[in-house]
């Protein structure tokens, strides 16, 4: 749980592999492209979509950003309140990674929900799993339904690109084709809603800090970070390759970890008055979008998306 553990571990994978990025599953019954890639596979794979996620990239989808945004804020700014979450939070970034899919807005609800059962519904009542495999075969036939009808009819968004793209020389197959989306509905939906619900929890409950921001909106950049790193709410795990000892812990091949990024973003060795949420806190090398070659491809769309909503 200490920073420096937690960044070295992030940087090695020979030893922490990131063929299964899940703690809880004990089959490794997919390969989400390219997260769950390691080596030279994952560097081929990941290259494809860098073109999408640079910081150029994010700021020429800005006016887009700014438009969803701006017709959301509209819906309810006359009523002068509304659910942040329900009316903001989860729309705001789905709306965009929708636009970017190629996928109908109209259907925004239905891919949250799918989302909502297959990463938020309890193991109280879904001891069996049944609720998030049933989700996920919903997300998986519709995103396979998808593809076929890119291929007999190509769009301009990041599905047709893939369709059309080469590894080795070769196209991908329609399997690998469909984890790739899986991976970027999740990605696109979920991360960026939760830090957001963190964000103005934050601000409702300071009103100090959001002044501030009022006052002088150049601080926002790095209150973005300060909000990464005080709110870590990605911990992705790893599947240990070798019995061996990290950290004062013993581990055996086959066993899962999970990279804690909220302790280590905790951690006065690394940060000064580590628990204090210090808005414009200077060299905050923060982990939440992760460490190395695996950290979080879409971290410069995900920034300008929280910078616009402030």
Known sequence: TQYDDIYEAFRNPTLFSSRAVTPWEEKEAHEWIPVELDGMKHTKYRQLLMPFFTPAKAEELAPMVRAWCSELIERFAADGKCDFIGQFGRLYPTYIFMGLMGLPVEKADTFLDWADELMHTPATEDPDGAIRAEAGMKIYGYLGGLIAERKANPQGDIL???????????????????????????????????????????????????????????????????????????????????????????????????????????????????????????????????????????????????????
């Open 160 to 310: 047709t690109y893939l369709i059309n793209a080469e590894i080795d020389g070769a196209p991908m197959p329609d399997s690998e084709l469909l984890e790739y989306a899986f991976l970027l509905y999740m990605g696109g939906l979920d991360t960026v809603a939760g830090t957001l619900g963190c964000i103005f929890r934050h601000l409702a409950d300071n009103p100090g800090d959001r002044q501030r921001l009022v006052d002088d909106p150049s601080l926002i950049p790095g209150a973005i970070e300060e909000f990464l790193r005080y709110y870590s709410i990605a911990s992705p795990a790893r599947l240990v390759r070798e019995d061996g000892e990290y950290a004062g812990c013993p581990m055996k091949a086959g066993d899962r970890v999970v990279l804690a990024t909220w302790p280590a973003n905790r951690d006065p060795r690394q940060f000064d008055d580590a628990d204090t949420f210090v808005i414009d806190r200077e060299g905050n090398r923060h982990c939440a979008f992760g460490i190395g070659v695996h950290r979080c491809l879409g971290s410069h769309l995900a920034r300008l998306e929280i910078k616009v909503a402030i």
